[in-house]
């Protein structure tokens, strides 16, 4: 059973572009919720939380659907640097955090 | 800034060799993870500690063990290293559960190769 399921991609896209990406969760008793990034070769780094009233960080929007289960975040006006791997991170429990494997995002010019 | 500090970025060890990963934080966090990353499997949790000489064991704990005397670091160790044990080793740490999940900081990654 995967608790986090995500889309692995690649998602190419170009400059400038818009792209969402989303994640599904299977435990609905699940808390808190994460987008992380990662760099090729470099450790996963928090992007932003998610909160139930969805949230945005300039160009960057995450939203929640609890009642479907899922999390998506939204990049407008993607830069050639948010090229990386996105990982849909979810909490149902105060330690552990259950991450998902991962979206391949690559901006061209 | 909390900082995560994993004792080598790179490692080459062989076949049956006990072997020590190191991790140190400078934030008092109590929680402390060890996760280890391999292609297509993504990141899976080996061992977690939420207190000074407490310890649980993750999803993938076999032939690890873990070790935490003092509450900014927290160790991982391969009893006997074997070539299935080459790959990525992430460690992390978190401020106490409030009741929610709390988000983990990250330290660099230690690229193990057992040969």
């Known amino acids: 059973r995967k608790e986090v399921e995500q889309d692995p991609g690649p998602f190419n896209v170009p400059e400038g572009a818009t792209v969402a990406f989303n994640c599904t969760y299977s435990n609905s008793a699940s808390q808190s919720f994460f987008w992380y990034r990662q760099d090729c070769r470099k450790e996963p780094k928090l992007l932003m939380s998610?909160?139930?009233s969805g949230n945005e960080d300039g160009r960057f929007t995450a939203q929640l659907n609890r009642a479907s289960q899922y999390i998506s975040l939204l990049i407008r006006d993607s830069k050639l640097s948010d090229s990386a791997t996105y990982l849909c991170?979810?909490?149902?429990?105060?330690?552990?955090?259950?991450f998902g494997k991962g979206t391949s995002l690559l901006v061209t010019p | 800034d909390v900082k995560v500090t994993q004792s080598s970025r790179y490692l080459v060890k062989r076949t049956g060799e006990k072997v020590f990963l190191e991790c140190v934080q400078d934030?008092?966090?109590?929680?402390m993870f060890w996760y280890r990353q391999d292609p297509g499997l993504g990141l899976r949790l080996i061992y977690f500690?939420?207190?000074?000489?407490?310890?649980e064991k993750g999803d993938i704990p076999e032939g690890y063990s873990v070790s935490r005397e003092k509450k900014e670091r927290f160790s991982l160790i391969l009893e006997s290293a074997s070539t299935n044990q080459t790959s990525m080793y992430l460690c992390?740490?978190?401020?106490?559960?409030?009741?929610?999940?709390?988000?983990?900081?990250f330290g660099d990654g230690t690229r193990l190769s057992i040969l």
């Open positions: 934030m008092d966090h109590e929680n």
């Open positions: 998610v909160y139930s």
């Open positions: 992390a740490s978190s401020s106490m559960d409030r009741g929610l999940g709390q988000p983990q900081h």
């Open positions: 991170v979810v909490a149902y429990s105060g330690y552990a955090l259950n």
């Open positions: 500690s939420y207190d000074v000489k407490m310890k």
